[in-house]
C-alpha cells in the first residue's frame, strides 16, 4: 500500500516561485518512480513531471520546461517539484503519483489528494 501527501500549495503571484512536496508512506520509496500531475479547473489532468528511482531519468511535459524542477530524497521519502516563473495557466491542482517505473506511471493507481496551485495575475 502506498499513501502520499502533498504540500506546500497556496497562492503565488504570476512571475514568483513554490515549491511541493509530496511524502510518500512506503516501505520502499526507492523502489517507486514518482511524478506530478496537474488539473485545471473544466479541464483534464495533464502530465506535469516524472522522475525514475535513482533520479536518474527525468520527464518534463514541453509546457514546463526549463521552469519546474522535479527531484526527490530517497532518505525522506519525498519528491519535490520546483517551480519557477509561474504564469496564471499554471493554476491546478497538483497530484502526487507513484508508480513501479516510469512506463508504468500512466496506469499507476497510487495518487495523492492534490493541492492547489493559484497563480494570480
Known amino acids: 500500500q502506498v499513501q502520499l501527501v502533498e504540500s506546500g500549495g497556496g497562492l503565488v503571484q504570476a512571475g514568483g516561485s513554490m515549491r511541493l512536496s509530496c511524502a510518500a508512506s512506503?516501505?520502499?520509496?526507492?523502489?517507486?518512480?514518482m511524478g506530478w500531475f496537474r488539473q485545471a479547473p473544466g479541464k483534464e489532468r495533464e502530465f506535469v513531471a516524472a522522475?525514475?528511482?535513482?533520479?536518474?531519468?527525468?520527464n518534463y511535459a514541453d509546457s514546463v520546461k526549463g521552469r519546474f524542477t522535479i527531484s526527490r530524497d530517497n532518505a525522506k521519502n519525498t519528491v519535490y517539484l520546483q517551480m519557477n516563473t509561474l504564469k496564471p495557466e499554471d493554476t491546478a491542482v497538483y497530484y502526487c503519483?507513484?508508480?513501479?517505473?516510469?512506463?508504468?506511471?500512466?496506469?499507476?493507481?497510487?495518487w495523492g489528494q492534490g493541492t492547489q496551485v493559484t497563480v494570480d495575475s
Open positions: 503519483k507513484a508508480a513501479n517505473t516510469l512506463t508504468t506511471m500512466s496506469s499507476s493507481p497510487y
Open positions: 522522475i525514475s528511482r535513482s533520479g536518474g531519468n527525468i
Open positions: 512506503v516501505r520502499s520509496f526507492s523502489n517507486l518512480a
